[in-house]
DNA sequence: CGAAGCATTGATCGTCGTCAAACAATGTGG
DNA sequence: CCACATTGTTTGACGACGATCAATGCTTCG
């Protein structure tokens, strides 16, 4: 799953080497359990391994926006090396394989590989990137099409790390979770679905999606993968 | 206006030296000028010099969402450093004096100074963090709350870069761009400072904000400076 | 003085929130 | 194996926040 980096460029057996030899704790964390909280000062950063997980932040009235969902391969507080005190939280969605990796370790492997410091770097502008886009998401977007663009951008970022088959994925988020990440509530969540359903937009029940028309959905997300900046373009497919 | 930098850490004479000689294209664009486009592939990133402007986004209806606010000191698409093409425009709001820097100036600057490199880096990830503010904001306050907050991040980060006497400061920021901040329309936007001003929240007439209570409207805003990064915690004041 | 841009106001409409309940699926323990 | 607890989905009625449309002021500036 670290080779995620791999797609961005060659790397030298001997990064590779470091890369694959890297020191860090595995863990197994059940669903819905955070992994790190907003005002934590940590001393390593978690790289999912497999699982879906999610970047949080509460209002003072309790409301969670979700401001991303993370994937395997992501490394969701890469920040933390840089920013000390976490300003948001991370929660797993389904259970997950963590990967804690020290700080220590990845400031050594930054001054031992350029190369790979600025891949981080440049994983940090993507996640940035994805950031921008929610906010004209859930800002300028409704209800339908707000829905489909994280749809898109799920389905896309999924297929980069091979976790779609044909049209189809996983995909264990509840409503109430989407709910989080749309700015809608669980209700309007639900009756959107149905009305994607009803349209023929999506399949989805359970944990399973299936997109019956991928340049539809597309269009009606307004979706534009250009801002995953992912190498291969495999927005196509 | 560079010097922000310094604030981070106390900089060598050589490291500022090579700050303070950076070669540099200046240049002065009026109110309401794209800077750069989405789409572009630049090979250059642009500091702000003096002046306001925003980075936005449009969707295919052709709305636009600001999702940033660019003051002096910021460099709005360092990104575009590691990310080829770019996913979003920047426009200025008030006429700005802006600093074009080649790409090869500025490998070649983190290079020669790991710990400028740093700084960029750090840099980056702020702003990423004020992008997932934003999502929060939009996604979960209303009203009030909303543009409560942008206003207190603009006050703070203002007073940063010293550009706040007292409790008021310059803010030649339109309604319709509040809106486009906010995710709200022009005429919403009226309404909602209307209010504010009957509550005596805030003073604002023309290019001229005051705030007489300032610890209310942070409340108001529900604003914690956190995710702002600061290292002098000038939010207390 | 007229034009342009911005702020303001009013009336009406719609997306989405709130509240409340019922339903389905899953899993646990007696 | 069934009771029942838990979690997620679905439905309905109603209300509100904010959008839309359309004028009307108010500045500023050439």
């Known amino acids: 799953m670290i080779r995620k980096l791999e797609s961005v460029f060659t790397l030298t057996d001997d990064e590779r080497q470091a890369l694959e030899t890297l020191p860090m704790q595995v863990q197994v964390i059940k669903a819905d359990q955070d992994v790190v909280r907003e005002g934590d000062r940590p001393s390593r ?3 999912i391994l497999s699982g879906f997980a999610c970047t949080y932040k509460m209002t003072a009235q309790g409301k969670r926006q979700i401001v991303s969902f993370n994937l395997p391969g992501d490394i969701p507080d890469l920040q933390s090396l ?4 976490l300003d948001n939280s991370i929660s797993t969605i389904s259970q997950c394989r963590v990967g804690f990796i020290t700080h220590e370790t990845l400031w050594d492997l930054c001054i031992r590989h350029p190369r790979i410091a600025a891949a981080f770097w440049r994983e940090t ?6 950031f921008r886009e929610w906010v004209l998401n859930v800002g300028r977007r409704e209800g339908i099409s707000r829905m489909a663009h994280v749809l898109c951008e799920l389905v896309v970022r999924l297929r980069a790390v091979d976790l779609v088959e044909d049209h189809a994925c996983d995909l264990p988020i509840t ?9 809608f509530t669980t209700v309007h969540v639900n ?4 009305q994607m359903r009803a349209e023929g ?3 989805l029940s359970g944990d399973r999606l299936n997109i019956p028309d991928w340049d539809r959905l597309k269009q009606m997300g307004e979706f534009d993968p250009t801002y995953l900046h992912l190498e291969s373009d495999q927005a196509a497919a």
């Open 45 to 47: 950063s978690c790289l």
């Open 82 to 85: 840089h920013l000390k005190v």
């Open 125 to 130: 502008l993507i996640d940035a990137s994805i």
């Open 175 to 183: 409503q109430g979770e989407f709910a989080d990440a749309l700015g």
């Open 191 to 194: 009756r959107v679905l149905q």
């Open 201 to 203: 937009l999506i399949e």
